[in-house]
């Protein structure tokens, strides 16, 4: 079902493709196993999906991925990126456990 929701048509011959299946795979699970409500969950798909266009679009280093991340969560300041969704859904358990995961 992650294959058709992504899009993937070439998954048997794109490594590429094979990557990001198992990334974004991978993160629903971890966020299942957190038991995130479907909203958190929706979100934290977001975050993993904001942080793979920092690192490739934008081309940030892994560190300042982070702090934004951080920042956006935190609710404290503007992020350099386009403006984020309601990232006080977590708690701050959660959240530190979600940088825990994107650092890992």
Do not use: C, H, P
């Not at 992650?2 to 998954?11: G, R, S, V």
């Amino acid at each position: 079902k992650m294959e058709e929701f992504l899009n993937l048509t070439q998954l048997k011959t794109s490594l590429k493709e094979a990557v990001l299946l198992d990334y974004y795979t991978a993160g629903f699970w971890w966020a299942k196993e957190m038991n995130f409500s479907l909203i958190q969950l929706s979100e934290f798909m977001d975050l993993l999906n904001f942080a793979l266009e920092n690192l490739s679009g934008k081309r940030m280093t892994l560190g300042d991925n982070l702090k934004e991340l951080e920042r956006a969560m935190a609710g404290t300041e503007q992020t350099e990126s386009e403006g984020r969704g309601d990232l006080n859904l977590f708690s701050i358990e959660q959240a530190k456990a979600i940088i825990d995961y994107l650092v890992t």
